[in-house]
């Protein structure tokens, strides 16, 4: 399918205005033929007229309608005339649109406008070759080859069993996955890589199955999901700081006290007492 260019200016152009909405409608059906059938914008006189008998309209009922050109002056109808009582193509050559040649009309400046069977049959040629390269470069696009394609079997073809779908059973989503809690579920235990990563801090078998039951009795702050996680953690802090009983613990030596004495004879020492004691006196 092709394509026929006209510009936005098309309807206001003197020569088209000239002709009337009849004349532009057997122009553009001209256009039309031109570009279908590649005649480089010439219009044979039997295809010329036949544009003229495509301007009658059959409705729903099969009445025909023709169209008719009027002509009235101060409201009144001046004058009317049926489209089939004038001579179009030669409306159109006195406008300018069309021009006499031999055999027919060949539509003005066609060339200008349109394009011309050598640049038709050069974009069919690309477009042929483009697509051809296309189809080597899939080749499993298309699913069967060409000589496939065109084969003709006489025989009744084998229908191809539909295959009945298996429903897939939903997945179903475990509550402990989403489920936040402040102490470790009880469906938890410790797995073989959970034991793991408790003897890689040091713990043996015992002291791991130990250290999983304290955590079982924890109750932590913030609830928690990720028990693994937890757990890793809580290796981590492994072994808690031992806790000395009061029995053995040891209070720190005070300084010993030095007594009256030596206190005197410190202070003489540093001058603040008199190197000699002054006498008591009583009361009297």
Known sequence: MGWVWLDDGFADHPKVARVGVIGTWIQVQALCYCNRHLTDGFVPYGVALSFVTRLQRVDAEGQIWETRESCTMDGELFTETDFSEIDWPAELVAAGLWERVAGGYRIHDYDQYQRSKAQALADRARATTRQQQWR????????????????????TPTPTPTPTPTPTPKKKTSLRSVRRTRKRPPD???????LDFARQVGMSARQAEEEWAAMGDHEFQSPRSDWSGVWRNWCRHWPPPRLTPRSEQTMPSRPAVPSGEATRAMLRERGILPPTALPFRGMP
Do not use: Q, Y
Not at 136 to 155: I, L, M, Q, Y
């Open 136 to 155: 080597a470069r899939h080749p499993k696009s298309h699913g069967v080859t060409n000589g496939a394609r065109h084969a003709v079997s006489h025989t």
């Open 188 to 194: 938890e235990t410790l797995t073989a890589e959970r």
